[in-house]
């Protein structure tokens, strides 16, 4: 069921289970020198000439398409497989290369001053090159009411369930200036448990998980504690303000 209870001053809360799936029919649908330019200076950069915008897609030697947005204060990347957008971290590395983080410390991109991208992922974790493969659109959170974060919270419900073969309810302590986000973190958390379910030892893993719980806070972070999955999002900081699927996974013993 879904319940929807309004309280004085700001807060809302919403509770989303799987047997709101009538609501979630739409969640298969979610899952789914210029180079140089775009990846380095201490100001935006032109990415690709038609845009105007430090935002381009790339593709790499193994065929996995995404989008590099630098035109917010953290860079962010979303392949387009997927429905979670990384919020990357640049640190400099040897021989002047930018290495893109994501939020456990662990590479993402690899930029060299030569106009080089090498994409890191759990497949490839030595690298593959990535080339520039036009304009992309910039990514960014849409505005999003109460009943928008309803259905939010029960197709990312629908989508974890259906890994878990279990049931797992969402629920939301959000504002209306933090259900962008809290709608966002949901179906990363989703994404985290799906691919959880995935792994060797998912059994061990997924019994960890009772629920979700989704909460404001000063930072971002994840914690599981008596099967219960909290994550806190901090509205002030954007996409940047809630854990990837990576850190919640490592919340939970995994690594």
């Not at 917010?72 to 400099?92: A, G, I, M, S």
């Not at 960014?140 to 109460?146: D, E, T």
Request: charged fraction near 20%; include cysteine; charge should be positive.
């Amino acid at each position: 069921m879904i319940a929807l209870l309004t309280y004085p001053a700001r807060q809302l809360v919403a509770v989303a289970a799987f047997s709101a799936v009538c609501l979630a029919t739409s969640a298969s649908a979610l899952e789914p020198g210029a180079l140089r330019d775009s990846l380095f200076g201490g100001k935006p950069t032109v990415a690709d000439p038609r845009t105007g915008q430090p935002v381009a897609r790339y593709v790499s030697q193994e065929g996995d398409v995404f989008v590099l947005d630098r035109s917010q204060p953290r860079p962010l990347l979303k392949f387009d497989d997927n429905p979670e957008v990384w919020v990357l971290r640049p640190q400099l590395a040897p021989r002047g290369d930018v290495l893109y983080m994501n939020d456990l410390g662990e590479p993402v991109l690899r930029a060299t001053r030569l106009g080089g991208l090498t994409l890191f992922t759990n497949d490839r974790p030595g690298g593959t090159a990535a080339a520039l493969a036009g304009a992309g659109q910039n990514l960014r959170l849409a505005q999003m009411g109460p009943q928008q974060l309803l259905e939010r919270l029960a197709q990312a419900s629908a989508r974890a369930t259906r890994a878990a073969r279990r049931l797992i309810p969402f629920e939301a302590d959000a504002s209306p200036g933090s259900s962008a986000l809290t709608a966002d973190a949901a179906m990363v958390v989703a994404e985290a448990i799906i691919r959880m379910s995935k792994r060797p030892d998912s059994r061990d893993l997924l019994a960890r998980i009772g629920k979700v719980r989704l909460v404001e806070g000063r930072r971002p972070q994840a914690e599981v504690s008596r099967g219960v999955v909290q994550v806190t999002v901090s509205p002030r900081d954007g996409l940047a303000g809630r854990p990837s699927s990576e850190r919640i996974i490592a919340a939970t013993g995994g690594h």
